[in-house]
T-cell receptor, first 113, second 115 residues
Framework: DTAVSQTPKYLVTQMGNDKSIKCEQN?????MYWYKQDSKKFLKIMFS???????INETVPNRFSPKSPDKAHLNLHINSLELGDSAVYFC????????????FGEGSRLTVL | GENVEQHPSTLSVQEGDSAVIKCTYS??????FPWYKQELGKGPQLIID?????GEKKDQRIAVTLNKTAKHFSLHITETQPEDSAVYFC??????????????FGKGTLLTVNP
């Protein structure tokens, strides 16, 4: 029973394409996040949603658009992919915003050629 | 905003030795300091955390110390084992500080435990 699951695990695509990554959590948490981990392992928050409402929106290009259809799901859509978008994208959840443990998914490795 | 510095970036120890990873933070309002372990191909996982009203916390072979005055905290792993090999991240945030506060991570330490 995976607590935070994201798909796909691997994604290889050409520059200029549009792609989506999906995330689901079965922990009953109110808050979900997208983090980007670059090749140097640096973890940086991109977005956070609480009960489907956007609460954190870091300085991320407009090509990235998160969507939360319900509090158990948070998807990430990326338009016009660029080489610099290559990274591992992690979805995470917590019981409430900024109240303790983050539960991470296993990551989605995006490679843009 | 908060800035978290983490050292060293890589650490290699012999099995059975101790390992220490150090972090400093910049925002004196930060009051929650978790440590995450990321194994190869996996997402980060919380291994221990400490709040600012406590100076030290232990859980078996893992301990974390916090010096609020100096704004630094450290992770100590004793009797290291090969399965401790992973990337370790420190982080800081203001727990209960509002929904727009976020967890700021250090840049990670790759720990290698040699058998």
């Amino acid at each position: 029973d995976t607590a935070v699951s994201q798909t796909p695990k691997y994604l290889v695509t050409q520059m200029g394409n549009d792609k989506s990554i999906k995330c689901e959590q079965n922990l009953g948490h109110d808050t979900m996040y997208w983090y980007k981990q670059d090749s140097k392992k640096f973890l940086k928050i991109m977005f956070s949603y609480n009960n489907k409402e956007l609460i954190i929106n870091e300085t991320v290009p407009n090509r990235f658009s998160p969507k939360s259809p319900d509090k158990a799901h948070l998807n990430l859509h990326i338009n016009s992919l660029e080489l610099g978008d290559s990274a591992v994208y992690f979805c995470a959840s917590s019981q409430r915003p900024n109240t303790g443990e983050l539960f991470f998914g296993e990551g989605s490795r995006l490679t843009v050629l | 905003g908060e800035n978290v510095e983490q050292h060293p970036s890589t650490l290699s120890v012999q099995e059975g030795d101790s390992a220490v990873i150090k972090c400093t933070y910049s925002d004196s309002a930060s009051n929650y300091f978790p440590w995450y372990k990321q194994e190869l191909g996996k997402g980060p996982q919380l291994i221990i955390d400490i709040r600012s009203n406590v100076g030290e916390k232990k859980d078996q072979r893992i301990a974390v110390t916090l010096n609020k005055t100096a704004k630094h905290f450290s992770l100590h792993i004793t009797e290291t084992q090969p399965e401790d090999s992973a990337v370790y991240f420190c982080a800081a945030s203001i727990m209960g500080g509002g929904s727009n506060y976020k967890l700021t991570f250090g840049k990670g330490t790759l720990l290698t435990v040699n058998p």
